[in-house]
Antibody, heavy 122, light 107 residues
Framework: EVQLVQSGAEVKKPGESLRISCEGS????????IGWVRQMPGKGLEWMGI????????RYNPSFQGQVTISADKSISTAYLQWSSLKASDTAMYYC???????????????WGQGTMVIVSS | DIQMTQSPSSLSASVGDRVTITCQAS??????LNWYQQKPGRAPKLLIY???NLETGVPSRFSGGGSGTDFTVTISSLQPEDVATYYC?????????FGQGTRLEIK
């Protein structure tokens, strides 16, 4: 079964660092893009960025550039999203998703992780 | 960035109704448009890709259409399990962008 499994919920304080993960299985992890999508409480979907685990080519939404870092370790089929200094406004559900197609970078997200809830509160 | 505007923002309809949600792009994106369904408390699910192609396993009561700047997703006969928020997403240009969502409820 093709699936993405994300790490568990996190509760952090402002200023703390955090890395969440997304492990792929059931397919060739290095040949599909992995994207990250933010969903703030009660709000819509926002594309943050994307990585190609095969060569670590990474693209960011300018709105998130410099705020987060996307990386991947292809040896363990895992992608990461990390923050060096969290803010309360980072409180959200974060989804990873597998990208298919290659019109621009990737076209659609056909497989989604279950989401990782991040709560940042003092 | 390409802005995606969905209408309506919310919709209430009866079981068996034909329901249409629209999505407008701020500039021509050809058919580079996907639709996702997100049920409450769940991750989004790809419903339609390339504007009109149904993802495997999606019921045939769903259909997509449009090109250029104006797109639609239609449910031919609304079922209780279709209660969800629906999002369009363009991939004509980076950054990839989503519509604000349309919440669909049963009347």
């Amino acid at each position: 079964e093709v699936q993405l499994v994300q790490s568990g919920a996190e509760v952090k304080k402002p200023g703390e660092s955090l890395r969440i993960s997304c492990e792929g299985s059931g397919y060739s992890f290095t040949t599909y893009w992995i994207g990250w999508v933010r969903q703030m409480p009660g709000k819509g979907l926002e594309w943050m960025g994307i990585i190609y685990p095969g060569d670590s080519d990474t693209r960011y939404n300018p709105s998130f550039q410099g705020q987060v870092t996307i990386s991947a370790d292809k040896s363990i089929s895992t992608a990461y999203l990390q923050w060096s200094s969290l803010k309360a406004s980072d409180t959200a559900m974060y989804y990873c998703a597998r990208g298919v197609g290659a019109t621009v970078v990737t076209d659609a997200f056909d497989i989604w992780g279950q989401g990782t809830m991040v709560i940042v509160s003092s | 960035d390409i802005q995606m505007t969905q209408s309506p923002s919310s919709l209430s309809a009866s079981v068996g109704d034909r329901v249409t949600i629209t999505c407008q792009a701020s500039r021509d994106i050809s058919n580079y448009l996907n639709w996702y369904q997100q049920k409450p408390g769940r991750a989004p699910k790809l419903l339609i890709y390339d504007a009109y192609n149904l993802e495997t396993g999606v019921p045939s009561r769903f259909s997509g259409g449009g090109s250029g700047t104006d797109f639609t997703v239609t449910i031919s006969s609304l079922q209780p399990e279709d209660v969800a928020t629906y999002y369009c997403q363009q991939y004509g240009n980076l950054p990839l962008t989503f519509g604000q969502g349309t919440r669909l409820e049963i009347k």
